[in-house]
């Protein structure tokens, strides 16, 4: 049984990897999908809608520095378009620029995990982190019309 379970672990995480090499605009849209349903759930949080919640706070944080981690690798030359894909050009052509933008947003969702312990803190260290979506999609996303 216990070897069935790896080899049936195993074979997940192949047909992971291999779905990010062969599908890589699908995977950055889900990827992208989980970080914003994170955000929207601290949105809430943020405006008052919801009360303060560490654990959610944390979470949204650690999908950040996920996809922040594998986001660089999911824009191969071959992935321009197709697939209803949003991102733009410029991607390519200032890719070092973009991928540095991944990295900031990965360090300074690392910093604020550390830093955010309660609900003054999260107050005091998330709206930096949350400037990064806007400041990137700014310049890399197509504005949905
Ligand atoms: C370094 C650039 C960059 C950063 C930083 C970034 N995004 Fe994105 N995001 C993109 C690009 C490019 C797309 C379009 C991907 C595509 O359609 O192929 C996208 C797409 C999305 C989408 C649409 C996903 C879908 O269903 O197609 C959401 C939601 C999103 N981003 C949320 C966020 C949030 C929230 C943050 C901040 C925590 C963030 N993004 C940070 C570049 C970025």
Known sequence: MKKLFFAV???A???TSVMA???P?????????KVGEG???VGKIAKGEAPFDLATVQAALKSMQDAAKVMPTLFPDTSKTGGDTAALPKIWETKADFDAKWAKLG???TDAAAKIKDEASFKAEFPAVGKNCGGCHESYRA???
Do not use: F, G, N, P
């Open 9 to 11: 672990a195993a074979l």
């Open 13 to 15: 995480i192949v047909a």
């Open 21 to 23: 090499q062969s599908d």
């Open 25 to 33: 605009i699908a995977t950055r849209k889900a990827t992208m999908k």
């Open 39 to 41: 955000a929207a759930a």
């Open 107 to 109: 360090a300074e969702a």
């Open 143 to 145: 504005k949905k019309s």
